[in-house]
């Protein structure tokens, strides 16, 4: 993986989920995986980089685990604005 990867990646993508029209700071946003080598500093580096982007909320599975079923469910689940998951990030090879 060259330098930077994931930052310009993560940066890219909050970009366009601000160009779709959704304000950061409202929502949540849901980090997970499947446990994989590397999860750890790279739930590390999106949290930071949510948090520049003003991000205020984040649902993040216990010690980074969440498989993508629960994250689709939590992603759907419906509620007050501030509750609602506007996206995710799932560290996963599937």
């Known amino acids: 993986m060259s330098e930077n990867y994931l930052n310009n990646f993560v940066q890219a993508v ?22 994989r080598y590397y999860n750890d500093k790279a739930i590390q580096t999106i949290i930071k980089m949510g948090v520049a982007n003003g991000v205020k909320r984040f649902w993040i599975g216990e010690n980074g685990l969440l498989s993508p079923p629960a994250v689709s469910a939590m992603i759907r689940e419906r ?11 799932i560290l996963t090879a599937s």
Request: a negative charge.
């Open 14 to 35: 909050l970009d366009a989920v601000v160009a779709g029209g959704t304000n950061l700071s409202e929502g949540t946003l849901v980090v997970g995986g499947d446990g």
């Open 79 to 89: 509620g007050p604005v501030w509750q609602k998951a506007f996206g995710a990030f």
